[in-house]
């Protein structure tokens, strides 16, 4: 089973970018399918985005469509988040997840493991 860091987090003025980076302890990274997870704060956990486990197929939620891109390097065991045009309401604590069975899932109870978070704030 893996463990997951997050980082990258941080503060940033709408029309920005960040980049999130999500660091896998374990040598079976590369079979595990990975997506990112959002929660602000009084709403429910969002999916984000979710990539297989080769990075041949991706998808993303609604909200972020044209904006952020998901991606991974499973030589440095990291997936990333690369996120673009960002806006207030994208404000959230980013959580990168694995599934070890199938490929990603839109559905958060699909997944084995999470990290820790990363806070993400955009400011107006």
């Known amino acids: 089973q893996v463990q997951l860091v997050e980082s990258g987090g941080g503060l940033v003025q709408a029309g920005g970018s960040l980049r999130l980076s999500c660091a896998a302890s374990?040598?079976?990274?590369?079979?595990?399918?990975m997506c990112w997870f959002r929660q602000a704060p009084g709403k429910e956990r969002e999916f984000v985005a979710g990539i297989s486990w080769s990075g041949g197929s991706t998808a993303y939620g609604d909200s972020v469509k044209g904006r952020f891109t998901i991606s991974r390097d499973n030589a440095k065991n990291t997936v990333y988040l690369q996120m673009n045009s960002l806006k207030p309401e994208d404000t959230a604590v980013y959580f990168c997840?694995?599934?070890?069975?199938?490929?990603?899932?839109?559905?958060?109870?699909?997944?084995?493991?999470w990290g820790q978070g990363a806070q993400v704030t955009v400011s107006s």
């Open positions: 997840a694995a599934r070890s069975a199938g490929g990603y899932s839109y559905s958060e109870g699909s997944y084995d493991t």
């Open positions: 374990g040598r079976t990274f590369s079979s595990y399918a």
